[in-house]
């Protein structure tokens, strides 16, 4: 059986989930919880995670970057000018290429700021980088990002954090009809059926964080959200019925005795 694996800037990759590493107790328990996710790509805040200095307690010191690939973000950054500068320094420290721009806008919502973001993303792509841009769910504003070669489109389905699941399906359903490249749900995932949802809809992968690491029990969310996004993505494949408002039996009326 051919292997379901999805491409980000020529990579396959076998599993669609997404992770994160910040919010969780320590880094063992990031660790055993992203070994039991599946993930193969984890998000790395570049300046809140310790990459770097050697004498505190190093993230590859608890998830192996050569059986992991990590990407680095730009979380916390609030302008054009902070995330080409936090960029150019994970691909000093790391050499790493794959990259993840968000660019917010206010510290209340952390809704991203599309201007902004699309600067960054027009400079970050002529530099050779290739940029999974985080971005609000308006159409107009992805499809500029992916012309200015954006290596996949990830729009929010709530505000970070939330754990309210997707609030607008019908501009998801626009995006995955209109975005060439990965569409990626990220942000606002709460719990496994929201996952299902994103699946289903077409999107090729999602990105949690919160709703794994603050969840009372991170593993056994791991696991549920592992299984969600392989059971919403078979979903999707099989090509559901289409829904009707009149009852059909099961079993043929035609010949009754």
């Known amino acids: 059986m051919r292997l379901d694996t999805f491409k980000i800037a020529n990579k396959k990759f076998k599993s669609r989930l997404i992770v994160g590493t910040g919010k969780y107790k320590n880094m063992l328990e990031c660790s055993k919880a992203i070994k039991i996710?599946?993930?193969?790509?984890?998000?790395?805040?570049?300046?809140?995670?310790?990459?770097?200095?050697?004498?505190?307690?190093?993230?590859?010191?608890?998830?192996?970057?050569?059986?992991?690939?990590?990407?680095?973000?730009t979380a916390g950054c609030f302008t054009s000018k902070d995330a080409l500068r936090t960029l150019r320094l994970a691909r000093e420290i790391g050499g790493w290429k794959i990259v993840k721009l968000e660019v917010l806008g206010d510290k209340k919502n952390l809704f991203p700021d599309m201007i902004e973001t699309l600067k960054s993303t027009e400079v970050l792509t002529k530099e050779g980088f290739k940029v999974m841009v985080y971005c609000n769910d308006d159409?107009?504003?992805?499809?500029?990002?992916?012309?200015?070669?954006?290596?996949?489109?990830m729009p929010l389905a709530a505000p970070i954090g939330s754990g309210l699941g997707i609030q607008?399906?019908?501009?998801?359903?626009?995006?995955?009809?209109?975005?060439?490249?990965?569409?990626?749900?990220?942000?606002?995932i709460g719990q496994a059926s929201d996952a299902v949802q994103a699946m289903e809809m077409g999107c090729d992968a999602v990105l949690i964080n919160t709703a794994?690491?603050?969840?009372?029990?991170?593993?056994?969310?791991?696991?549920?959200?592992?299984?969600?996004?392989?059971?919403g993505r078979k979903s999707f494949l099989?090509?559901?019925?289409?829904?009707?408002?009149?009852?059909?039996?099961?079993t043929p009326i035609k010949g009754i005795i």
């Open 37 to 73: 996710s599946g993930a193969e790509i984890v998000t790395v805040a570049v300046r809140r995670v310790n990459i770097s200095d050697s004498s505190k307690p190093l993230l590859m010191d608890y998830i192996d970057p050569k059986k992991i690939m990590y990407l680095p973000n």
């Open 139 to 153: 159409p107009l504003m992805c499809k500029r990002l992916e012309n200015a070669g954006a290596s996949a489109i």
């Open 168 to 188: 607008n399906k019908t501009n998801i359903k626009i995006l995955r009809q209109q975005t060439k490249v990965p569409l990626i749900i990220d942000a606002g």
């Open 212 to 231: 794994i690491a603050k969840a009372r029990n991170p593993f056994k969310m791991a696991e549920a959200m592992k299984y969600a996004v392989l059971s």
């Open 238 to 250: 099989s090509g559901r019925i289409m829904p009707n408002l009149q009852g059909s039996p099961s």
